[in-house]
């Protein structure tokens, strides 16, 4: 399922470099923000999960989905984890819109990109293996539990400072809201996760040193 998530967020890349699709169709399709819902787009809440048109922006992405995303798959089964994904996605776009009209004052920011959605995915896998080692900010090893923390206090920070009148052009309301889908999940069924962690073995153990 990982593997097709990779597809179908590099198809959308190709779309947006792709010159006979019309950038208005794009802009339209796989952008989310707070005036599309109120037209009626609510698909864009789902579509803009899958749609980067930055180089940069996809290849971090990917990085992070093939990284984490994996094991995750491994421990919540192909099913679950796409449904997991599919939510914590729709939750983070929502989140921005929601934090874009009402903190913000920007009801016409508009966002792209699977952190959100990969946010949830973080904060899930920081808590199921809570002492596996990560690289934070992609080069500084630390314990997964304490890079979720991290993270949770960036966005935060970023978020405040976006309502004090920041324009540092990064989703904070949309990883918190993915985030957010990812504690939830843990806290509705860690148990389970656990119990299966505890029956696999694929390299990541919780008592990595």
Do not use: C
């Not at 048109?53 to 798959?73: A, D, I, Q, R, W």
């Not at 929601?98 to 949830?120: E, H, K, N």
């Not at 206090?153 to 540092?168: E, F, K, P």
Request: aromatic residues 12%; without cysteine; positive net charge.
């Amino acid at each position: 399922m990982v593997t097709t998530l990779f597809v179908v967020n590099l198809a959308v890349f190709f779309l947006w470099a792709w010159p006979d699709v019309p950038m208005s169709l794009m802009m339209e399709h796989f952008l989310v923000s707070w005036p599309p819902l109120l037209e009626g787009r609510v698909w864009v809440l789902l579509t803009s999960v899958f749609s980067h048109n930055l180089l940069l922006h996809l290849l971090v992405n990917m990085v992070v989905l093939l990284s984490f995303g994996k094991p995750m798959e491994l421990l919540m089964g192909r099913r679950t984890f796409l449904m997991f994904f599919l939510g914590a996605g729709i939750a983070a776009s929502l989140a921005h819109a929601v934090t874009s009209r009402f903190l913000l004052d920007r009801p016409d920011l508009q966002a792209l990109g699977a952190s959100g959605a990969l946010a949830g995915v973080l904060m899930l896998f920081s808590f199921s293996f809570p002492k596996a080692k990560v690289f934070f900010l992609f080069f500084i090893p630390v314990p997964a539990i304490l890079a979720a923390l991290a993270f949770i206090a960036i966005d935060v920070w970023g978020l405040i400072a976006q309502i004090g009148g920041s324009t540092l052009p990064i989703g904070h309301g949309a990883h918190l809201g993915g985030g957010l889908v990812g504690i939830l999940y843990y806290l509705a069924r860690g148990r389970e996760l656990r119990k299966q962690r505890d029956r696999l073995s694929f390299g990541l153990s919780p008592d990595a040193p």
